[in-house]
């Protein structure tokens, strides 16, 4: 990887494809399985179920404050059913450092507020306030899934999900046709569609069409009672999402890519889980996994990174071996597991071109984010950025350097921060992705397997 070895000075990307080590069939088969992770879990709560299952397997168990454990012990948290923590305790002593990927399984999607359902021009409509940065336009008229969790009067829970299996209906976002769009075309793409008009449609049919008002919504209701036993105002004690209904696919005729919802962050996620869980020795330092929820909203709440459950259970674990927790956060090295922007030939001008990634030139190292002079991130340390490099290029990751954009053209964040704040060494790494945000984004096989290859390079550490 190293210039040196080419007997020059400049330093070149490579592609993926080039790699010593490549093998397309492992990197095929590795896609396989990220599409069926994909296909299985669109919400940050049905990632962390399919996880759950997946450690279960691999011998870890729940984490129980108190307990001292060992090394070789696998344990996992699971907060709220939203987002987890898993451990493998490592050969050395926790003092010596952790090994961290923080991920997270969040991402953009529209939210049913919690009165949502009413009936207008002979329709049944819904209520949304959309989660996370999204372009409102692209999420009219394409087909929409509904995932969720409602928690009804007696306490009982129903998870419901509809538009997923081939027979299923789905739900849609009208819009205007072109012919009456001369308002709308003529205001800008940001103002376009107000977000009160994100009203998926999901019902037309009236409860007694002889009746003047048709009783549309008490018709909907009651189907929703019949098949749910929900009932209106259990929708106020719900989170109900809609998603797109789209499947992961291959995309291009060489299948070198992936097409799926919700790729920012899961396709840095699968990737994380997978090194820890491919792991068949005890790793040299105790190794890491967070899969956290609400970092598309500035990773606010109990189950989003602002939050203390992460280090609680760190610091538990080492209160609970008599280690030092400060000293363990301070040896620490972290990767902050998150997508990064991919050049697009379309937009080549919001880019500055010798510092954004390239599709199949490898997973990206982002030493810092932020917008607008930097703010908001953590900036790694030349120190730390040259330990990453040597470790990747030991290991025969293809990785490049990336920046989401030209310097004031806008930015982005990442859990990174929260991590450094605890004096822990982090740097921004992942997958590039085309289309971010929107509801089908287009990723890399290559990538995402160079991805895996630098994650469990940090394990082997
Ligand atoms: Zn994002």
Redo the contacts with the bound molecule.
């Keep these: 990887m190293s210039n040196q070895k080419d007997n020059t000075f400049v330093y070149k990307k490579k592609s993926g494809f080039a790699a010593p080590n490549f093998n397309q069939d492992v990197v095929f088969a590795f896609a396989e399985d990220y599409k069926a992770f994909m296909n299985a879990g669109k919400t940050e709560r049905e990632c962390v179920a399919i996880t759950e299952t997946m450690v279960r397997k691999a011998g870890y168990v729940p984490f129980v404050y108190g307990t001292r454990y060992n090394r070789g012990d696998k344990v996992y948290y699971q907060n709220r059913g939203k987002a987890m923590v898993l451990v493998h305790m490592g050969q050395k002593p926790l003092e010596e450092g952790l090994r961290v990927s923080a991920a997270h399984i969040d991402a953009p999607r529209i939210d049913l507020k919690s009165q949502p359902i009413y009936d207008d021009g002979g329709m049944v409509l819904c209520k949304t306030h959309y989660y ?1 940065g999204i372009k409102k336009y692209q999420w009219l008229t394409i087909p929409l899934a509904l995932h969720g969790t409602v928690i009804r009067g007696d306490s009982t829970r129903v998870d419901i999900c509809v538009g997923e299996e081939k027979l299923d209906p789905v739900f849609s976002i009208t819009d205007l046709p072109p012919h009456l769009a001369k308002e709308q075309s003529a205001k800008t793409l940001g103002d376009g569609i107000p977000g009160e008009s994100l009203t998926p449609v999901i019902g037309s049919e009236p409860m007694d069409a002889r009746d003047e008002d048709g009783k549309l919504k008490e018709k909907l209701l009651s189907l929703l009672h019949e098949k749910y036993g929900v009932c209106e105002e259990d929708l106020l004690s719900a989170e109900l999402m809609f998603v797109p209904a789209y499947k992961a696919r291959d995309v291009g005729f060489d299948r070198s890519m992936i097409g799926a919802y919700g790729q ?2 899961r396709v840095c996620a699968y990737p994380s889980l997978r090194a820890l869980l491919d792991m068949q020795t005890i790793p040299p330092h105790t190794s890491c996994v967070i899969l956290a929820d609400k ?2 909203i500035g990773s606010v709440g109990n189950t989003g990174l602002e939050s203390n459950f992460f280090f609680d259970m760190m610091d538990d674990m080492a209160e609970a071996r008599g280690e030092n927790k400060r000293k363990m956060y301070a040896a620490s090295k972290c990767l902050s597991a998150d ?1 990064s922007v991919c050049y697009d030939p379309n937009y080549s001008s919001v880019f500055d071109k010798y510092n954004i990634a390239q599709i199949n030139q490898g997973a990206v190292i982002c030493k810092y984010v932020g917008a607008r002079g930097k703010t908001g991130t953590s900036d790694a340390s030349a120190e730390y950025m040259g330990w990453i490099r040597n470790l990747f290029n030991q290991a025969g990751v293809v990785w490049q350097t990336s920046e989401i954009g030209k310097v004031d053209q806008g930015g982005g964040g990442t859990v990174a921060k929260f991590l450094a704040s605890k004096n822990m060494d982090i740097v921004d790494f992942g997958v590039p992705v085309l289309s ?2 929107a509801p089908y984004e287009l990723t890399s096989k290559v990538d995402l397997y160079n991805t895996y290859l630098g994650v469990a390079a940090l394990f082997q550490s």
């Design positions: 996370g920012d962050d970092e598309e997508v971010m945000h």
